[in-house]
């Protein structure tokens, strides 16, 4: 039951967000002062996002959309920051690199707002999911539309909150619109509700323009997450009043009637509420002062805003979180122990877990993994328990979004794929919300993604993709791809330190070599590349497996008086060019070798930076090793003219000597010719890959 003070706050609540909508729509036009972004009011939506909150605590955690304003406010969210951030000033909640459809306020519980569709579904989810891991007895909350039900993270996300019993409300704002395009166009005849009920999640109705209704099933919702019952999926019915996006209304515009429209107008949530305030004794002048006040108020915030500095000029600031800064090298250590590359990454898991009891790992099926992922978490299950070492549905997009989310609230997931082709099915939340949350909300996201390469063994076009290229061009994130079983150990263990996105990237011929690795706990920097073989007359710069085929084509070289330098650039992004423009500058000749495909790949990157800032040290074009420009083949032998060797490095390193001294080049290849299948490491190897 309701009583009538708080029914009266609840009034406040709904003016206050509408008379900021008000506001903004008002001054978005006005000269000189340009609000600078696009802009989606809730008009008309008020009543659910104060009718849901009115039941959080401080520390329960709300998720937003691109029409976010009145759940942020209904929060507590400050308005100064939130104003501000329109105007892209220096005092924005974003420092003015968000606008309007990107929001948080954490002292308020305000966790994030990002327009696209559905994206923090799963990070509401993985809050929640972080809470109850934590044992802090918060809730989780996520606003969202109907739109949504078109977008497959939200099956995702759903399928694991009701598999976890999480404790979170999905609450639907069913306005009927996915931008102009009506329900009827998009669903079939059946209500949205029955497929939330169908993933398992206990199901509320209720008129969202009717806040006593709203509050009413928040409760029933907010009680069930908090005694552990799992999550609550609320339908509420409600109408955007204005525009998608912008201030004003698209009457004539035709998608929607316009008796539909005078219906929906006439059932405005403050009106309900002002009447039956009235029905209880409140008078309306009593009501219209609560208005009042309220706007004399926000005016003077805006007022406080439009006077604020904009941002100085620092867009390349915030992209990461502070790291700590890691030696190049492991310590030097007596111990001459040599161990595999799959048990250095085994090693550092173990010591990581043991360290942080708040660190997990999870992936598709590899606490049931006989080998234990190539060996690398073998054992790992018994030894920490089935919820450190999890299993995870085949949910990319989903499941990435839920570590995000989890992260962001305290814990720290590594999330292992069995192969870095199924990254791209997570794209959207690696791309569009981990690379770019530092960059917009000053919050650290510690998530360690381990991702393997395959090669060979018949694996086809969609098992075998070397993509490090693609994820190293986007901003935020973190890309290494450790070459020896020292450096897996030790960047690992740098990349769980981390507090930023770390993609850890392992091809699969590394996992079987052996090298000396000290014992313990140590970290190896993630952003160094490091000269493993010095020579004088060309610069090798090479990625992964292909520094090991560049030393072994350096080594037979040798043999003919030909001195190569050796770069193992061990991290994508961040790139340190810095030991290659230092070699070119001795050596005047560069070869770089890359997993990855040529066009548009990590040695067209470093041949870009090398004639940009060292061309005049170049005595001969540089030349790129990469797959070719087509997808990976399976059978053997189209496999054998795919993959480039040590055979093709020793190839194009004679190309770029000087033809009167290079030696010949059938002597030299001879030495180099890879014996067998170019499909598997070894002769030997039986599989499986």
């Not at 691109?66 to 951030?85: I, Q, T, V, W």
């Not at 002062?289 to 000029?313: R, W, Y």
């Not at 020793?650 to 001879?670: E, F, K, N, Y």
Request: net charge negative; charged share 20%.
């Amino acid at each position: 039951m309701i009583t009538l003070p708080k029914l009266i706050s609840l009034y406040r609540h709904m003016a206050h967000i509408r008379l900021v909508e008000e506001g903004i729509a008002d001054r978005y036009g006005e000269e000189g002062q340009l609000m600078r972004c696009p802009i989606h009011l809730c008009v008309g939506q008020e009543a659910i996002a104060v009718g849901v909150s009115a039941h959080l605590r401080p520390q329960d955690g709300v998720f937003g959309t691109h029409r976010s304003h009145g759940h942020y406010l209904a929060k507590g969210g400050n308005l100064p920051a939130l104003l501000a951030e329109l105007y892209g000033k220096e005092i924005g909640c974003c420092q003015g690199r968000g606008g309007s459809m990107h929001l948080i306020d954490r002292t308020a519980g305000f966790l994030g707002a990002v327009p696209i569709v559905s994206a923090t579904i799963p990070l509401a989810v993985g809050a929640a999911w972080a809470g109850q891991r934590l044992g802090d007895g918060s809730i989780a909350v996520v606003f969202f539309g109907d739109g949504c039900f078109e977008e497959g993270v939200l099956h995702e996300t759903m399928n694991f909150a009701s598999l976890r019993k999480i404790p979170i409300l999905f609450v639907c704002e069913n306005n009927r619109l996915s931008i102009n395009t009506l329900l009827q166009d998009r669903q079939p005849d059946r209500p949205i509700h029955g497929i939330a009920q169908a993933h398992g999640l206990a199901v509320y109705q209720a008129d969202g323009n009717d806040v006593e209704a709203v509050w009413e099933v928040a409760l029933h919702a907010t009680q069930r997450a908090r005694a552990g019952e799992g999550p609550s999926f609320l339908e509420l019915s409600t109408y955007r009043t204005l525009e998608h996006c912008g201030p004003g209304n698209d009457d004539a515009v035709g998608y929607r009637p316009v008796e539909e429209l005078a219906t929906w107008r006439d059932r405005c949530p403050l009106e309900i509420t002002s009447k039956r305030l009235q029905q209880q004794g409140v008078s309306l002048d009593e009501i219209t002062q609560i208005g009042t006040q309220l706007k004399q108020e926000i005016d003077q915030v805006f007022i406080q805003v439009k006077a604020a500095p904009l941002p100085e000029n620092t867009l390349g600031a915030n992209l990461f979180a502070p790291s700590p800064s890691w030696p190049l090298d492991a310590p030097a250590t007596e111990s001459k122990r040599h161990i595999t590359f799959f048990n250095a990454i085994r090693e550092a898991s173990s010591l990581a877990l043991a360290q942080d009891p708040n660190l997990f790992l999870i992936g598709e099926g590899i606490p049931s993994d006989p080998a234990g992922v190539f060996g690398t978490i073998k054992g790992l299950k018994q030894e920490f328990g089935s919820d450190r070492v999890m299993d995870m549905p085949v949910a990319e997009n989903g499941l990435t979004g839920i570590c995000i989310g989890a992260a962001l609230r305290g814990v720290k997931p590594v999330m292992v794929y069995y192969r870095i082709d199924f990254l791209y099915l997570a794209m959207d939340q690696l791309a569009n919300v981990a690379a770019k949350w530092h960059y917009l909300f000053h919050q650290p996201v510690p998530i360690v993604v381990r991702a393997i390469i395959g090669r060979g063994w018949g694996q086809g076009p969609q098992h075998s993709q070397s993509l490090q290229a693609i994820f190293g061009h986007i901003p935020g994130l973190k890309v290494v791809m450790p070459v020896t079983a020292q450096d897996a150990k030790g960047m690992l263990l740098a990349a769980v330190a981390d507090p930023n996105p770390v993609l850890f990237l392992e091809h699969r011929w590394l996992h079987s070599i052996t090298g000396e690795v000290p014992e313990g706990l140590y970290c190896t920097a993630l952003d160094r590349a490091r000269r493993v073989r010095a020579g004088k007359d060309v610069t090798i710069a090479a990625f992964s497996l292909m520094v090991l085929e560049s030393i072994k084509a350096a080594e037979i070289l040798a043999q003919f008086g030909v001195d190569c330098e050796v770069i193992d650039m061990r991290s994508v992004q961040p790139l340190d060019i810095e030991p290659v423009l230092e070699s070119v500058t001795k050596t005047g000749r560069l070869l770089v070798a890359d997993t990855g495909w040529t066009s548009c790949g990590m040695g067209a990157e470093i041949v870009a930076r090398v004639v940009e800032r060292a061309f005049t040290h170049l005595k001969v074009a540089p030349i790129r090793i990469g797959l070719p420009d087509y997808p990976t083949p399976t059978a053997p032998s189209l496999a054998y003219d795919y993959y480039p060797d040590a055979e093709t490095v020793g190839r194009q390193v004679i190309a770029l000597l000087d033809p009167a001294t290079r030696p010949h080049l059938d002597t030299v290849v001879s030495q180099l010719r890879w014996q067998g299948n170019r499909d598997t490491p070894n002769p030997q190897f039986k599989g499986p890959f």
